[in-house]
């Protein structure tokens, strides 16, 4: 708040002094020319202090003025997922399988890489359509190893092509995955009040099924980060902003 309080005047008297300056004489004046470019140069100055002020207002709204969960505070990228999509209760069946697919290539590095190449993968992965990916073969494999805007490994890439025909089996017996999913959480987002883990007793349970389903790459702490993710848990930090919405999210 100081250096916005330095970029103008501090009080009434400073910038009456400023506008005095500015305005001179010109009430005595009788060149009307002169009184225009006085009022303007008035104006100008006094669009510029609304500006200042509207700078001020924004800044104290700036990003890091917000209460966040501490890994989102410096990234921008974190950031607007975090404030736009993490927690965010997911019911529909194929975008759940996309998150647990992307999770799956997280493995052994960072969300924040998998943010950067995401819309790379969609392209990739035809917009993660598992009827689609699930007629991938040999020659599509050989493709995605080539594309340097996914992350190239081939079991990965085999794993998620594994992953929409299980997808596609589950479907084909008249399961669900959104309700498949949302039944191990009793239907409703759990609000976790206590210390984050990397995994829970919950995500080791569901990793088994997934496992004995044909999933790959779904251990128990890439399983709780996608339940984090899709809103299956609410891990928001007590003190950050999203916490209730998200909560309202879930009784809606």
């Known amino acids: 708040m100081e250096s916005i309080e330095r970029a103008s005047p501090k009080t009434r008297s400073e910038r009456f002094s400023i506008l005095s300056l ?7 004046s009788d060149n009307l020319q002169s009184r225009a470019a006085k009022t303007m140069m008035m104006t100008v100055y006094l669009c510029g202090t609304s500006s200042q002020n509207s700078e001020a207002h924004l800044n104290a709204r700036s990003p890091h003025a917000v209460h966040r969960c501490p890994w989102a505070k410096n990234d921008p990228l974190l950031r607007a997922y975090h404030d736009e999509e993490w927690g965010v209760p997911e019911h529909d069946s194929r975008k759940l ?25 969609r392209r990739a ?19 995605l190893l080539e594309d340097p805007g996914i ?24 399961e669900d995955f959104s309700t498949f999913t949302w039944d191990f959480a009793g239907g409703r987002p ?8 990397a ?20 251990g128990p702490v890439i399983v ?6 899709s809103g299956i848990v609410n891990d928001h930090a007590t003190g950050c902003f999203r ?7 879930s009784r809606s």
């Open 22 to 28: 500015i305005l001179g004489t010109a009430e005595d």
């Open 97 to 121: 399988w996309e998150t647990l697919m992307l999770e799956g290539f997280q493995a052994g590095l960072s969300w924040t890489i998998i943010l950067r190449k995401r819309e790379a993968f």
């Open 125 to 143: 992965f035809k917009s993660f359509d598992p009827e689609l990916v699930a007629r991938f073969d040999k020659m599509d494999v050989a493709r």
């Open 151 to 174: 992350v190239r490994s081939r079991a990965k890439i085999e794993a998620t092509i594994a992953g929409a025909r299980v997808y596609l089996a589950m479907q084909a017996t008249g």
């Open 190 to 197: 759990i609000q976790n009040t206590g210390h984050v883990s």
């Open 199 to 218: 995994s829970t007793p919950l995500s080791e349970e569901l990793s088994k099924v997934l496992k004995k389903r044909g999933f790959k790459f779904v």
């Open 224 to 229: 709780y980060a996608w339940m984090q993710a």
């Open 243 to 249: 916490r209730s919405a998200v909560q309202k999210m």
